[in-house]
């Protein structure tokens, strides 16, 4: 009985002793759990701070990131002020209890970084977007991350009522860290666009990565990638699709052709091509009031001879080729001119009269061939400069859209002594490449091929410097001929769209001015407005399939391809065909 009293006594000791202890570290645990606790209080303030500071400086959307995701700083990446960003954080930042983050902001630390994309540093050149706030196209193609830095001493209350201060932990922090970057969408708080990277925008991507003021300016900034066998202006013509000037064929034409070849060209690994059209007139002095080739459609030569003669301003013509019957080319002058009447007397001479009759009058057709269609990328493989983006979900667009910029006719744009412009042209896109067919697995094998073009660039009229699209030189027509089936877009807001789609498949979206026939007469489009086309009524139906009846399509399907979002529609379904006025999508 002793024995066993004795051991229920040092028990009691024992356990009296080590109370103290307990008691310690189960304050320890919970002082350690508290410190867990707040960090992740701390992290939640700083990833909202971060999302709010980088969304004020950049106008967009953002999103947390790693920080092995940050670009270091470069060439291309700059430190920049976060002062407006860390106003919009501090916003953030009151959750802290204790006062110690906002105090001089001596335990937060932030930084703002700025990607620039090269290609997209220019002042943009595309009235269409005129309209949107200035500081919209500073922030457009650039990327900003910004970084909230939060530190707090970490307390140990339970600690301190057992250790004397000698041994209380020193220095203990708890540092918690947040990156958000910008989502590169395209979209600014005065946008009609709710989400991803709108149309325009990316058309105006395009435009700034292939388009400078001149050829030589765009020259001086271009690089041949490594492994080209060629000069810098023989790659500039390859990647954006440039010929020597219009050709004047044996047939009394006038034309420019490009073939647009997936399997073969350098180009076709890119996230978007430019059709660049050649100056086919050059002056002295500037040319006003608008002035095209059109002045001359009625006259006969004698006066077309005399007319242009007598404008006083040294109108000749530039960039030509003048090709035999053979297709050979007889002569030809890039950036070479001649006088109006001088060259129709050398046509003469090679031709006849009737056929240079025929070709001095006659407008420029310019001609695009798909002859091959462009394989889906292997995204991953990509820079992001090189990929789109989904207007519905902000991420890369994983249908890889191929994007082909149409050139407008540029008026006026000065280079060396002389003006140069492009007369209006005639533009027909020949789809002679399948891009529908599908793999083993149901995918695409192709991209789907989006054509944009915004008309002829006409006289300043506002005086800001930039001549309007499709104002005061109105456009002629294009002509979308399928020779296959097709998956793409046209946009071509400003001009009116003939289509021949000869018993063809169509799948995606037309936005023209109007839609003509083949003789230039208007063709009416489905009177049903902002209606949701999922549920078509027989009605409904019979009317669009009336209306694709006139422009060829055996079957017409709408698609978006995650790269265009039309404003007055919801999942339009069959509704394909759409004119300015109606889309949405146009300023």
């Known amino acids: ?72 700083l470069g060439q291309l990446t700059t430190a920049e002020s976060s002062r407006n960003a860390d106003a ?23 930084e703002l970084r700025k990607e620039s994309n090269a290609s997209q540093n220019k002042t943009p050149n595309n009235p269409l977007l005129q309209k949107w706030e200035p500081d919209y196209y500073n922030n457009n193609g650039s990327n900003y991350y910004y970084k909230v830095e939060l530190t707090d001493d970490m307390d140990f209350p ?53 388009i400078f003021s001149t050829f030589q300016d765009w020259e001086a900034h271009i690089k041949v990638p490594a492994g080209y066998n060629g000069n810098k ?27 647009m070849d997936g399997t073969a060209s350098i180009n076709n690994n890119l996230r978007s091509l430019l059709v660049n059209y050649k100056p086919d007139f050059a002056s002295t002095s500037k040319l006003t009031g608008n002035w095209d080739y059109d002045a001359i459609d009625n006259m006969t030569v004698a006066e077309a001879r005399a007319y242009l003669y007598d404008l006083g301003i040294g109108l000749q013509l530039t960039n030509w080729r003048i090709v035999g019957a053979n297709g050979v080319a007889l002569e030809e002058s890039e950036g070479g001119y001649s006088l109006w009447g001088k060259f129709y007397d050398k046509l003469e001479k090679k031709f006849g009269q009737a056929v240079a009759t025929e070709i001095m009058l006659a407008r420029i057709k310019s001609i695009v061939n798909v002859i091959e269609p462009y394989a889906v990328r292997n995204l991953s493989a990509l820079p992001a400069s ?8 902000d991420e890369p667009n994983k249908i890889d859209p191929l994007f082909i910029r149409l050139e407008s006719e540029e008026y006026n744009t000065g280079s060396g002594s002389n003006w140069v412009t492009n007369t209006v042209r005639d533009i027909s896109i020949n789809i002679k490449a399948d891009n529908t067919e599908k793999d083993m697995y149901g995918d695409y094998k192709y991209r789907p091929m989006i054509f944009f073009y915004d008309g002829p660039v006409g006289e300043d009229e506002d ?27 046209l946009f071509a807001p400003n001009s009116p769209v003939h289509v021949e789609g ?7 979206i037309i936005i023209a001015e109007k839609f003509v026939d083949a003789y230039g007469n208007t063709i009416d489009t489905p009177s049903h407005t902002g209606l949701d086309y999922s549920a078509l009524d027989s009605a409904t139906e019979a009317e669009l399939q009336s209306f694709y009846a006139k422009l060829g399509f055996s079957e017409a399907k709408y698609d978006d391809f995650h790269a265009v979002r039309l404003n007055v529609y919801n999942n339009p379904n069959m509704d394909v065909a759409y004119t300015t006025d109606r889309s949405g999508i146009t300023i």
């Open 88 to 110: 919009e954080a501090d916003k953030f930042l009151t959750l802290d209890n204790d006062g110690k983050w906002k105090t001089g902001r001596s335990n937060v630390t932030t």
């Open 233 to 259: 202006r023989d790659y500039m013509k390859e990647i954006s699709f440039t010929n020597k000037g219009p050709a004047y064929n044996a047939d009394g034409t006038r034309s420019e052709i490009f073939n």
């Open 502 to 508: 000869n018993g063809h498949k169509f799948q995606g």
């Open 386 to 393: 090189e990929i789109s983006y989904d207007v519905y979900t």
């Open 463 to 489: 005086g800001d410097g930039i001549g309007e699209r499709g104002k005061g030189r109105k456009s002629r027509t294009v002509t979308l001929t399928l020779e296959e089936d097709f998956r793409g877009i």
């Open 158 to 210: 339970f600690a301190k009522m057992f250790l004397p201060e000698v041994l209380m932990p020193k220095d203990w922090k708890v540092k918690v860290e947040a990156w958000a970057k910008s989502k590169n969408d395209g979209r600014d708080n005065g946008s009609p666009f709710l989400e991803g990277i709108d149309l325009l925008t990316q058309m105006k991507e395009v435009e700034d990565s292939h």
């Open 1 to 72: 009985m002793r024995g066993k009293q004795a051991e229920k006594g040092t028990v009691i000791v024992f356990f009296a002793l080590m109370l103290p202890f307990l008691i310690l570290f189960a304050g320890m645990a919970i002082d350690i759990g508290r410190s867990y606790l707040h960090k992740s209080y701390m992290q939640n303030a700083a990833d909202m701070a971060a999302l709010a500071g980088v969304e004020k400086v950049s106008g967009k959307k953002a999103s947390l990131i790693a920080v092995t995701d940050v670009p270091a």
